[in-house]
């Protein structure tokens, strides 16, 4: 039996420009995004620093459902956290904002 061979690049199988760590932490992050409460923070986020009770009035969420997603965005490294007196304001980090135009690219 003949078989065709018919990819010529030189790349062998599992070596390509990411290391096995980074596509899992690729994945992890793509995971993290694939929760629409998720992605509706970050955007809601791109307009300016938020509060959790601001979110709350923007959202159906509960407090407790926010601060966790917001959690797991600043772990990684979407936004952050600045206290305001008695308040803590979320907001975008750069890796944030770039993150936010790459998805408007996507949508195009």
Known sequence: MFIYKRCSCKVNPGKYDFTDKQVLGLEEKLKLLGVKARLE???MLKE???CVCD???H???SQSL???HLSD???AGFIQS???GKFV???LTDKGEKLINTLRELDD
């Open 55 to 57: 979110l709350m009035t």
């Open 82 to 84: 600045k206290k305001e």
């Open 59 to 61: 959202t159906n969420l």
């Open 89 to 91: 304001e979320y907001e």
């Open 48 to 50: 300016g620093p938020h």
């Open 66 to 68: 926010i601060s966790h």
């Open 41 to 43: 923070l970050l955007l």
């Open 73 to 75: 965005l600043a772990s």
